[in-house]
């Protein structure tokens, strides 16, 4: 495996990762900026307030996009299997 391979193949696992990640964490992001707003406005400090509605935003998000997930997840999985007869010459 020469460098150039190697670093393709970091980036593109990289990217995977991102990709993967950042539906739940868009929602999590977004329920967090709205729930702060929601206490700033009212001055409720509550801590469970804002962990709910995040816990079951990325869960409702992740049952949503799971097919997705999984089929990206098994088509770079493939890729990479395909290309393991590149990685060893």
Not at 17 to 35: D, F, K, R
Not at 38 to 52: D, K, R, Y
Not at 76 to 89: D, S
Request: aromatic residues 6%; neutral net charge; glycine residues 4%.
């Amino acid at each position: 495996m020469n460098a150039e391979f190697a670093v393709e193949l970091l980036k593109s696992l990289m990217f995977q990762s991102v990709l993967l990640a950042a539906p739940c964490l868009l929602a999590a992001m977004i329920i967090g900026l709205g729930i702060s707003l929601f206490q700033a406005v009212t001055t409720i400090s509550e801590q469970t307030l804002s962990f709910v509605p995040k816990a079951l935003g990325v869960l409702g998000v992740l049952i949503v996009v799971l097919p997705w997930m999984l089929r990206t997840l098994i088509e770079f999985t493939t890729a990479i299997i395909q290309k393991m007869p590149q990685m060893v010459q």
